[in-house]
């Protein structure tokens, strides 16, 4: 790999190197465990240094992971998640974070540390370093997400679901830039505390992440209010997508189903089009809303519009903005957690309305930021 592929992230408190190598790492009973890792970040303060490494593991490792705990994944800190929701045969992707202890043993001035030095560390420029960092229990995996498929009329979009665990937020290195307790991706939100991301995003943490759209012809959509003969109706048995499905059509929002837990809908105000999705989890009763905005963010405005993504987060009292730094992805989540309730079309529509008003209000200033 060239070191042209290592790029700092816009500030000295940020650093990455996006890149495709084989790894393996070997756990306590000395079983080894095969990986592609494609990113490490190194970021915030000297002090405060987090290494992040991005890994993508067929579902055998992943189930192997599971089973023996390793990478910090124990049931406690999975939150009680099992990845119930993930189709077996497909690869998951990991975040894991270099626990601090490696961290201070590597580099005990953290100042020095970035995502150079670690990545030549970890490939095998010394091998004292590269053993601390193969070693599966010097990581902790914070997120864990898998693609789900989406038909081609969506571009090549990519939708991904899957939890965060406890190791997300804890520990003295402070959270990933985009992130915020709340969301991711993410991203629980202050609405759901039953939610772990993002995408972000599921449940735990489940993050979306859609490919650019082209933005759908403008309509005039009815307005987004719940349907006053339905006020407040408990809907009983009726599944989570239906109950969407039903309050969709009672306003006049046509909306493809792409799977059995996955509704689109083509959005258009006098703000701008753009598409919507609805997510929804039968076995753990979670809704999510997404509004995608159409266009990519280019690489060079990223981290400022992370900055000013992250502050209205800190300010928005429902949902959250989430924006893939890989590729510029930038949405915009509600969620709502009904487990032990029902949903009602009352509820659902309340939790699409502010999704949809949300993006409505920030819409020209994002293409305005954007440059789109």
């Known amino acids: 790999m060239s070191m042209s592929e290592i790029a700092e992230g816009g500030s000295a408190e940020q650093s990455q190197a996006v890149f495709e190598q084989a790894l393996e790492l070997v756990t306590l009973t000395g079983e080894r465990l095969a ?86 560390a970890l490939l095998g420029e010394a091998a004292a370093a590269q053993v601390l960092l193969r070693h599966s229990e010097s990581w902790l995996v914070a997120e ?125 105000d006098e703000a701008g089009a753009w598409t919507m999705l609805v997510l929804t989890d039968e076995a753990d009763q979670v809704c999510i809303v997404y509004s995608l905005f159409p266009t990519p963010v280019p690489v060079e405005r990223r981290t400022e519009l992370a900055v000013f993504l992250n502050a209205e987060n800190y300010d928005l009292a429902l949902g959250s903005f989430e924006l893939d730094p890989a590729d510029g992805e930038l949405r915009f989540r509600t969620s709502l957690d009904v487990e032990g309730d029902r949903l009602s079309e009352a509820l659902f529509a309340r939790l699409f309305g502010m999704n949809a008003g949300i993006m409505m209000r920030y819409y020209a200033e994002l293409a305005e930021r954007i440059g789109s």
């Open 35 to 120: 990986f592609t890792a494609r990113r490490l970040r190194v970021s915030g303060e000297a002090a405060q240094r987090a290494c992040e490494l991005t890994l993508e593991a067929a579902w055998t490792v992943y189930a192997a992971l599971t089973a023996g705990e390793w990478m910090g994944l124990a049931a406690a800190a999975r939150g009680g998640e099992t990845g119930s929701g993930f189709e077996p045969g497909r690869p998951v992707e990991l975040t894991a974070r270099l626990k601090p202890a490696v961290q201070r043993a590597l580099w005990p001035d953290g100042a020095e540390l970035d995502a150079e030095r670690a990545l030549r």
């Open 144 to 268: 864990a997400k898998q693609r789900v498929d989406v038909p081609a009329e969506l571009a090549g979009g990519v939708l991904k679901q899957g939890y965060r665990t406890l190791w997300a937020d804890a520990g003295p290195w402070p959270p990933a830039p985009s992130a915020r307790p709340a969301a991711l991706s993410g991203q629980p939100e202050a609405s759901t505390p039953q939610e772990p991301a993002a995408l972000q995003p599921a449940w735990p943490g489940q993050r979306a992440a859609a490919q650019p759209l082209q933005a759908p012809a403008r309509t005039t959509p009815p307005e987004v209010a719940p349907p006053a003969p339905h006020e407040g109706r408990a809907v009983g048995e009726r599944a989570l997508q239906a109950v969407a499905a039903g309050y969709l059509q009672h306003v006049g929002l046509p909306a493809e189903p792409l799977s059995a837990s996955l509704l689109r809908i083509a959005y258009a």
